[in-house]
């Protein structure tokens, strides 16, 4: 999943959330969004990229999410820890 390219993912949403200790801000990011600067990268590179938007620090976790049709915001029917925690690639 890593090795696959982040526009396959379309349609989903990364949570991402800080891993500065005195931030620890979380955002949910359209994949959309970010495919269309880094669409042709791979999950892998885009992570690699991502930072937090208040403090700049690198996030400390990131989940893949995909919603369910017509649901609250915060149901998912797949989600996968690509970042942290519960994930197999850690920083």
Known sequence: MLASR???????????????????GARRVPVDTLAQRWGELTVS???DHLRCRTCGAS???????????????SRADLVLHLL???ATRRR
């Open 59 to 73: 996030p400390g976790g990131v989940m893949l999410r995909r919603l369910v049709a017509g649901s609250r915001p």
């Open 6 to 24: 982040l526009a396959l993912w379309r349609g989903h949403v990364l949570v991402v959330a800080c891993a500065a200790p005195r931030c620890r």
């Open 84 to 86: 942290g925690p519960g």
């Open 45 to 47: 590179e885009v992570l």
